[in-house]
């Protein structure tokens, strides 16, 4: 018994634990963890607190702060009204993508760019690919343009889009007054 009592007073007795000290070495102590992270964020609310308590005094203040607010809600806005307009107006809308398959892809690198800059991201654009991107997007004008007059012949209020042209058969068939049952049964009761 006094070898095992030695033994348990050596590992758990004399004030330390050295099971529980030698398993801290590799793993990290739950509670102890879990204080740590709790004053971190603490920490971090105080000082984001505190960025707020700074009176803005001027009119340039409070207009900065309103633009410093505008990209989120714009972007997000902007592509709900694009949803919006491709429902209500669809040729609308597809000349509108049809102008924006003109835009060459060193450009929306370049947008991308600035919004990734702004919500913390960084990009690179290099000038050969611009270059290249460029020659690509102004082969594709001469196809555009036909699509966006396509689009347009397609307008309802276009003149002459019912037009028949040199079509014998279909102009017949157009001036034909079509069957309607209900003014024939009206007029049988007549």
Do not use: C
């Not at 007073?9 to 102590?29: A, I, Q, W």
């Amino acid at each position: 018994m006094g070898l095992m009592e030695r033994m348990f007073g050596l590992l758990f007795g004399g004030g330390s634990n050295v099971v529980k000290d030698t398993v801290e070495v590799f793993r990290e102590n739950a509670e102890a963890g879990s204080a740590r992270a709790h004053e971190v964020q603490v920490q971090a609310m105080t000082e984001f607190g505190q960025e707020f308590m700074v009176p803005r005094q001027g009119v340039f203040d409070r207009i900065m702060d309103g633009v410093n607010r505008l990209p989120r809600p714009a972007l997000a806005l902007g592509t709900l009204g694009l949803f919006v307009s491709a429902m209500v107006a669809p040729l609308w809308f597809a000349e509108r993508m049809q102008g924006i398959a003109l835009v060459p892809e060193p450009l929306w690198w370049l947008l991308g760019v600035i919004v990734s800059f702004y919500f913390g991201a960084r990009h690179q654009v290099k000038a050969q690919q611009f270059q290249r991107e460029i020659v690509t997007t102004m082969s594709r004008v001469p196809q555009v343009m036909e699509n966006v007059a396509a689009l347009r012949k397609m307008r309802a209020d276009s003149v002459g889009v019912a037009a028949t042209g040199a079509d014998a058969r279909l102009t017949a068939a157009a001036i034909l007054p079509d069957a309607n049952p209900a003014l024939e049964a009206w007029q049988r009761a007549a």
